[in-house]
């Protein structure tokens, strides 16, 4: 076995994905969480469940962009964790890179419905 395969000076080769979508995945889970603490507190505040509460809510632009923002986040949320799956457990390529492109163009799709979806209100 060749030196440069052992110890701290080993050659390392691959996707390099690890770090930088671990930080995205929590940076987002944050993003979710805020949105989420938001909801409960504007619900415990107001008490309101109708449908009358619900549209002032999402009436108020910034409502509508912190929203989007945690759409946005759960999307990206979910492709990180949907592409992990396809990359460690679909070994054929073909196979592979047909879900990852399924998997973007559905989750477009979700965020473009979302869009619409919010500017309705």
């Given at each position: 076995?060749?030196?440069?395969?052992?110890?701290?000076?080993?050659?390392?080769v691959?996707?390099?994905?690890?770090?930088?979508?671990?930080?995205?995945?929590?940076?987002?889970?944050?993003?979710?969480?805020?949105?989420?603490?938001?909801?409960?507190?504007?619900?415990?505040?107001?008490?309101?469940?109708?449908?009358?509460?619900?549209?002032?809510?999402?009436?108020?632009?910034?409502?509508?962009?912190?929203?989007?923002?945690?759409?946005?986040?759960?999307?990206?949320?979910?492709?990180i964790?949907?592409?992990?799956?396809?990359?460690?457990?679909?070994?054929?390529?073909?196979?592979?890179?047909?879900?990852?492109?399924?998997t973007?163009?559905?989750?477009?799709?979700?965020?473009?419905?979302?869009?619409?979806?919010?500017?309705?209100?």
């Amino acid at each position: 076995m060749p030196i440069y395969q052992i110890g701290p000076k080993r050659l390392v080769v691959g996707a390099h994905y690890g770090l930088k979508e671990w930080i995205i995945q929590r940076v987002t889970a944050i993003v979710m969480v805020v949105f989420t603490i938001v909801l409960l507190v504007d619900y415990c505040i107001t008490g309101s469940a109708t449908y009358e509460g619900w549209s002032s809510l999402f009436s108020n632009q910034f409502m509508k962009l912190l929203t989007l923002l945690a759409f946005i986040s759960l999307f990206y949320h979910a492709w990180i964790g949907i592409r992990d799956i396809w990359m460690d457990y679909i070994k054929p390529v073909s196979i592979r890179l047909t879900l990852q492109v399924l998997t973007v163009l559905y989750l477009v799709a979700c965020a473009a419905y979302a869009v619409q979806i919010l500017w309705k209100v």
